[in-house]
T-cell receptor, first 114, second 117 residues
Framework: AQSVTQLGSHVSVSEGALVLLRCNYSSSVPPYLFWYVQYPNQGLQLLLKYTTGATLVKGINGFEAEFKKSETSFHLTKPSAHMSDAAEYFC????????????FGQGTELSVKP | GAVVSQHPSWVICKSGTSVKIECRSLDFQATTMFWYRQFPKQSLMLMAT?????????EQGVEKDKFLINHASLTLSTLTVTSAHPEDSSFYICSARDVRTSENEQYFGPGTRLTVT
């Protein structure tokens, strides 16, 4: 079975500050890992994903995440927060099989203060 | 590319009636679509996996007779909430898996807000 834990349901940063959203996963098979962003009353947009290969993954809008197998983590970072980054962020894991089911974390709401 | 639409974007219905929500992949074919439910300030909960031309696979605890799923073509899946009750009010989101990729990436629709009065 797979699971995802996002530490911190709400994170607040100042504009220009580092963004760090934490995600830990549990998987009995090599995982596929994803970060999605959701704006109010909208669907999810993929920020980045890790499947195989390079463990540091760069995504859209300046976000990146690093897959650390030893720590079972896939934390999302951005060097400098913008007001437009305020949204809900979800980490998700898949087993990489043909079923393709995604298991989501509980989400982290990011607030950006001016 | 990889756009998924949902219709309607919001719907209000009376208790006891049925509501159909459509999920379409606009520029790609999707043999597999997923239906999620999201309560306010909560995460997405997978309800069912919809496979083109076959019966949907429901997650544990999801009533298959209440949430009818049909995936009649490679670009369309529908979710029908039958005999809706106020507790069915939620945000329903679909996603579609592009058959061209092997990395299980799902593309999400914009969601449908269902309110049952």
């Amino acid at each position: 079975a797979q699971s995802v834990t996002q530490l911190g349901s709400h994170v607040s940063v100042s504009e220009g500050a580092l963004v760090l959203l934490r995600c830990n996963y549990s998987s009995s098979v090599p995982p596929y890992l994803f970060w999605y962003v959701q704006y109010p009353n909208q669907g999810l947009q993929l920020l980045l994903k890790y499947t195989t290969g390079a463990t540091l993954v760069k995504g859209i809008n300046g976000f990146e995440a690093e897959f650390k197998k030893s720590e079972t983590s896939f934390h999302l970072t951005k060097p400098s927060a913008h007001m437009s980054d305020a949204a809900e962020y979800f980490c998700a894991v898949s087993d990489g099989g043909q079923g393709g089911k995604l298991i989501f974390g509980q989400g982290t709401e990011l607030s950006v203060k001016p | 590319g990889a756009v998924v639409s949902q219709h309607p974007s919001w719907v209000i219905c009376k208790s006891g009636t049925s509501v159909k929500i459509e999920c379409r992949s606009l520029d790609f074919q999707a043999t597999t679509m997923f239906w999620y439910r999201q309560f306010p300030k909560q995460s997405l909960m997978l309800m069912a996996t919809s496979n083109e031309g076959s019966k949907a696979t429901y997650e544990q605890g999801v009533e298959k007779d209440k949430f009818l799923i049909n995936h009649a073509s490679l670009t369309l899946s529908t979710l029908t909430v039958t005999s809706a009750h106020p507790e069915d009010s939620s945000f329903y989101i679909c996603s579609a898996r592009d058959v061209r990729t092997s990395e299980n990436e799902q593309y999400f629709g914009p969601g449908t807000r269902l309110t049952v009065t």
